[in-house]
């Protein structure tokens, strides 16, 4: 197996994750042994100069020299045709990395630009300072301790709130149907999203949804079983529908906790190189279980049914999965950007590289039209979920 710190998030969902390998580009171009390459070709590197003279002669702004060298580390990934594989400015790799991890400094809200100005809140997580603090989903926000913000880029608002070296911060708010503007003290403190739900049903089923796997969500996901066993679940649903992904250490720890002693997952690279993630079997779930998953479950996702379903501890209820069975890995540079590559395929326990392909359900089943476009969904009416609670029948 590799070190922990190789695999932390080396599986990743359809917009991706990362691992970190620490260490400078530097570093990385004495490693590269030499031979033919874009960049070590005079007639590409003279096309280079021929496009930044007729920036010089021809483009009506001004160039900034920054944003057209970190153009052209992007312009190399991207032209690997890959669409996993990308360049991350040190800016976007922070933003990325604090997704994949699921703990950041904060206030525990989505913000997103407003077109009048300033930002809107499009999200107050649960449990979150923003929501104790009274903050609610479509506030306005157009100053922060005083000072405005209306003018701003998102990202610099963000890192005005996250950044501020206090221990709250007050936030001008605007608020529909209501006159005036009110002033609202928010603290900021570490913020843990939310990445488990979970619900008793009727008949002792237990019901937990994971929307993504962060560094958070084994705690989380644990909490949530504790939580069903003791109000008497006997069977167990957990839906991954819209899972995108995300940490491999994630998923394999909660696997951990269902599977028998046995492989998880395993990879290969382009060597033949083999890695494998294995489960002890001191904590095989002992209860009916069943999964579901639709078109949008990836990645992580996609272990974690693979897994229930070769080795036939539970039932796989839907559609067939996205298909994604490759990994990524994440190099960050000394400078704080960092490069994701795909680096090997995955395959399940029992050897299946579903990549492009998905996972088959056991039963499958579509969510009804009438449904696709609706934002809150009763699980009453929800034909996929009713269709898993069959099973148990």
């Not at 920036?55 to 990934?77: F, M, P, S, T, V």
């Not at 005036?180 to 913020?191: F, G, H, K, L, P």
């Amino acid at each position: 197996m590799r070190d922990s710190e190789y695999w932390r998030g080396v599986v990743t969902g359809v917009l991706g994750a990362a691992v970190i390998v620490a260490g400078g580009y530097l570093g990385y171009v004495r490693a590269i042994p030499e031979k033919e390459g874009v960049l070590s070709s005079p007639a590409y590197t003279q096309k280079i100069e021929y496009l930044e003279s007729l920036i010089d002669e021809y483009y009506l702004d001004e160039k900034d020299e920054d944003q057209l060298a970190e153009g052209l580390y992007a312009g190399l990934i991207y032209g690997l045709g890959d669409v996993y594989s990308r360049y991350y400015t040190a800016e976007e790799y922070e933003k990325e990395n604090e997704s994949t991890e699921g703990a950041y400094v904060g206030i525990g809200i989505l913000m997103q630009e407003n077109p009048g100005g300033g930002v809107s809140v499009a999200k107050c997580y649960e449990g979150s300072p923003g929501e104790a603090a009274g903050l609610q989903e479509g506030d306005v926000i157009s100053a922060v301790d005083g000072t405005d913000i209306t003018e701003m880029e998102l990202n610099d608002v963000a890192n005005m709130v996250k950044n501020c070296g206090k221990d709250s911060v007050v936030l001008t708010i605007h608020r529909e149907d209501v006159e005036e503007a009110m002033d609202i003290t928010v603290e900021v403190t570490d913020v843990e999203l939310p990445s488990v739900f979970h619900e008793m049903l009727d008949d002792h089923v237990g019901y937990i949804r994971i929307s993504e796997f962060t560094g958070v969500t084994y705690d989380q996901y644990m909490a949530a079983f504790v939580d069903l066993i003791d109000k008497g679940m006997e069977k167990m649903v957990v839906d991954l529908r819209n899972n995108p992904g995300g940490l491999l250490d994630s998923v394999c720890e909660v696997l951990n906790e269902i599977l028998p002693e046995g492989l998880i997952v395993y990879t290969e690279d382009k060597y033949g190189n083999r890695e494998e993630e294995r489960s002890s079997g001191e904590r095989t779930l002992d209860i009916p279980l069943v999964v579901l998953v639709n078109e949008s479950s990836a990645s992580a996702s996609e272990i974690f049914a693979g897994a229930v379903q070769d080795y036939g501890i539970g039932a796989i209820v839907g559609t067939t999965t996205y298909g994604k069975g490759v990994v990524q890995t994440i190099r960050k540079l000394s400078d704080g950007s960092a490069v994701k590559l795909t680096t090997s395929n995955y395959y399940t326990p029992n050897g299946n590289n579903i990549n492009k392909v998905g996972i088959t359900p056991d039963v499958e089943v579509k969510l009804d039209t009438d449904l696709l476009n609706k934002d809150d969904i009763s699980h009453e009416e929800d034909n996929q979920l009713q269709e898993a609670l069959k099973v148990f029948e």
